[in-house]
């Protein structure tokens, strides 16, 4: 439905000049009267879909309702400025689980020094359902877009992926101060977090800027639990398939020029992995090496669960 | 469970510099590092608390969904910059559910011209929860906040009260334009809107501002659906409970010194009727005048369904 109803919802909006992103790339992009802009983004987690409340302690899910968002923010190169935090809360226990909620919420916020600014607490028959919205601010750099890269650019991913559904996408951290980081010392073209998984929002990078994307599956960092999950259910897939596919690893992808690419591999400084996987090229898809030389399409895969129209 | 979770809250949170009002007024005023502010809220509206999905045209559920904070954003006379809208909508009929929400936010949006920047929408097994974020920027006054008013100043109130349920609470016309005129031209000294009741709601503005506060209940401007709500159901109250207690008028209490108010009463400008209703006092607490001329204090009745943290 997400796509489908992404495209109806931005014909019927309405241009406004100071909505310089809106419903394309992880966060809107609202520039104020006078000077300045605000990074603003949503995400909405809901029992039974991102979370099953039965089996995890409230605490890891007040953390990824911020999380989630700190990722959307560092896929834009934005520092978070405040959280405003809204939670229907199954009548049972509701007090004792919002505060669960928010001691899980606060403790990655100070974290991140992210006040939260606001909030709305209510009571109802229905399952948990929360949603926090972020703001933030562009870095110096200006804001990190989805349309930037360019045939040619490398791409450079953080961390690993696959497997994370084992525990990792609870207890993420969220690149946003790798983000500040790079922004302020590269020249970077072009960024996405990894949600619904490293070909599919690959595949959104390139589309956004109007070019295609070449990997070598060999260099694509696979995370302990891909593998893990690849021998409890080999039927899953293969180690490199959860990591191409599993999503909501919430790392970063990124398009830099290639001497920048080089500097950046070899700075110390970052504090965490890079990896270069491949590079944009100027056929628009997304295209992999095999082990012969020759190239071959290789289809994105992932999940649509999260269906974040700003994403 | 309201009040005393947000004492909890209020006492995790650490102090930020930059957050000049956050979890005590109808929105958050968030500084942005080098100049300017941004104000914030979020609500979340619940099928079976605010509404009722089998009962009500979604289109008149989002609207309310986004009036809701544009009536937050009038009682700070700020001025609406752009919206971001989560939503869990249930698995069956998901996709025309969700676009006769947007239509009925859209409508309103556009009237505001205010964009949807952002949004998340969510397929679950629960029933219908919508949240709305909403950004603005303070008027040129600066923000109306609800700790300013002063014993002496004179309590104006816009429209009518009472009886919202048989309809007002989706239909109101947020009073944004009111307010941004009122604060441009006169010296406001303290706003709230009345979402909880109009006797709780100024209990509250009073209780910030320090001070107490005296009606005269022969003046409060009582809504002819509080009249029939008191006709249906009599053992309900008189209009006049109704008036004070039923909630979700979405109309805005100001404080303002005596001359601006004479001044205001005879601003034809307004669009809006505004009535005088009584005073702000130095001793705390809520005042009526009875028929023999004397005081009594008068209960402040409301409902806190919308538990709204940021209020």
Redesign the interface.
């Given at each position: 439905?997400?796509a489908?109803?992404l495209r109806?919802?931005r014909e019927?909006?309405?241009k406004?000049p100071?909505?310089r992103l809106?419903?394309t790339d992880d966060?809107?992009l609202?520039d104020?009267?006078?000077?300045?802009a605000?990074v603003?983004?949503?995400?909405?987690l809901?029992?039974?879909?991102d979370f099953h409340l039965r089996e995890v302690d409230p605490r890891r899910v007040g953390r990824k309702s911020l999380a989630v968002n700190l990722s959307d923010l560092a896929a834009m190169a934005a520092r978070p400025?405040?959280a405003?935090?809204?939670?229907?809360l199954p009548r049972d226990g509701?007090?004792a689980l919002?505060?669960e909620l928010?001691?899980g919420l606060?403790a990655l916020a100070?974290e991140f020094?992210t006040?939260?600014?606001?909030?709305?607490?209510?009571?109802?028959?229905?399952?948990l359902?929360i949603?926090v919205?972020l703001?933030g601010?562009p870095s110096p750099a200006g804001p990190l877009t989805r349309s930037g890269a360019r045939p040619g650019d490398h791409i450079l991913v953080t961390g690993q992926f696959g497997g994370s559904l084992l525990g990792h996408h609870f207890d993420f951290v969220p690149r946003v101060r790798e983000a500040l980081y790079l922004a302020q010392n590269y020249p970077l073209r072009a960024g996405i977090d990894v949600s619904d998984g490293l070909s599919l929002d690959l595949s959104r990078l390139a589309a956004a800027s109007g070019c295609g994307a070449w990997i070598d599956p060999r260099l694509v960092p696979i995370a302990p639990s891909a593998h893990a999950m690849a021998n409890q259910r080999p039927e899953s897939g293969t180690p490199l398939e959860h990591a191409l596919g599993d999503g909501e690893d919430f790392e970063l992808i990124l398009a830099l020029p290639p001497d920048a690419a080089d500097r950046l591999l070899a700075d110390r400084a970052v504090g965490t992995t890079l990896t270069r996987i491949g590079q944009f090229v100027a056929e628009p898809g997304l295209w992999q090496s095999l082990a012969d030389g020759s190239r071959a399409p290789l289809v994105p895969r992932g999940f649509e669960h999260?269906?974040?129209?700003?994403r």
């Amino acid at each position: 439905m997400e796509a489908e109803f992404l495209r109806w919802l931005r014909e019927r909006t309405p241009k406004y000049p100071g909505l310089r992103l809106g419903l394309t790339d992880d966060a809107a992009l609202v520039d104020l009267p006078g000077a300045g802009a605000v990074v603003a983004t949503v995400d909405m987690l809901t029992d039974g879909v991102d979370f099953h409340l039965r089996e995890v302690d409230p605490r890891r899910v007040g953390r990824k309702s911020l999380a989630v968002n700190l990722s959307d923010l560092a896929a834009m190169a934005a520092r978070p400025l405040a959280a405003l935090v809204a939670v229907a809360l199954p009548r049972d226990g509701s007090a004792a689980l919002a505060r669960e909620l928010y001691e899980g919420l606060l403790a990655l916020a100070e974290e991140f020094e992210t006040p939260i600014a606001g909030g709305d607490t209510n009571t109802w028959d229905g399952p948990l359902a929360i949603s926090v919205t972020l703001l933030g601010i562009p870095s110096p750099a200006g804001p990190l877009t989805r349309s930037g890269a360019r045939p040619g650019d490398h791409i450079l991913v953080t961390g690993q992926f696959g497997g994370s559904l084992l525990g990792h996408h609870f207890d993420f951290v969220p690149r946003v101060r790798e983000a500040l980081y790079l922004a302020q010392n590269y020249p970077l073209r072009a960024g996405i977090d990894v949600s619904d998984g490293l070909s599919l929002d690959l595949s959104r990078l390139a589309a956004a800027s109007g070019c295609g994307a070449w990997i070598d599956p060999r260099l694509v960092p696979i995370a302990p639990s891909a593998h893990a999950m690849a021998n409890q259910r080999p039927e899953s897939g293969t180690p490199l398939e959860h990591a191409l596919g599993d999503g909501e690893d919430f790392e970063l992808i990124l398009a830099l020029p290639p001497d920048a690419a080089d500097r950046l591999l070899a700075d110390r400084a970052v504090g965490t992995t890079l990896t270069r996987i491949g590079q944009f090229v100027a056929e628009p898809g997304l295209w992999q090496s095999l082990a012969d030389g020759s190239r071959a399409p290789l289809v994105p895969r992932g999940f649509e669960h999260h269906s974040t129209a700003s994403r």
